[in-house]
């Protein structure tokens, strides 16, 4: 036979010595299961359209030995030369040694890094980069102090529309 217990929580909750023992607010651990999960979903429905046209990025990435330069010159007490397929500015006092390396990039090229590998140390060598128009993107490497860079490859990286 079915008996129903009656009473209020309170008196189920009581601990063995009969003091009464907190119980959880039910709306407040529906909401702590519950509402994280329904805030992301709102979030990812509300994301939806804006991200419904974006259209996906593919890596690209081209790289050069250092030997295989655009142009190259060297003003001064400066020299470059060949070691293999390396490319060596020298100064050994005033002038300068520049070697610039240019890319071309895939239509609709996003943001541009570069990065040129050097062998060993190369004090006073300068790096900078230049986005020439939308499918041109240069590296140049200038030594413009006493010293010796040797280049083995400069190196870019974009993501474009694929």
């Given amino acids: 036979m079915f008996c129903p217990v009656r009473g209020t929580p309170q008196e189920f909750a009581k601990s063995n010595d009969g003091t009464p023992r907190p119980i959880s607010n039910a709306w407040r651990l529906l909401l702590a299961r519950f509402l994280a999960p329904i805030a ?95 499918t041109q993107f240069r590296v140049t490497v200038t030594q413009g102090v006493q010293g010796r860079a040797d280049v083995e490859s400069v190196m870019i990286e974009y993501y474009y529309s694929g």
């Fill in 40 to 134: 992301l979903v709102i979030a990812l429905l509300a994301a939806a359209p804006a991200t419904a046209g974006v259209v996906p990025k593919v890596y690209g990435g081209q790289i050069r030995l250092g030997g295989a330069t655009a142009s190259r010159s060297a003003t001064g007490a400066c020299s470059i030369s060949e070691a293999g397929t390396d490319l060596v500015l020298r100064c050994d006092g005033k002038g300068s040694a520049q070697a610039k390396y240019l890319f071309t990039l895939p239509a609709k090229a996003g943001s541009v890094t570069a990065q040129v590998n050097f062998y060993g140390t190369h004090p006073g060598a300068k790096v900078a980069t230049k986005r020439v128009s939308d």
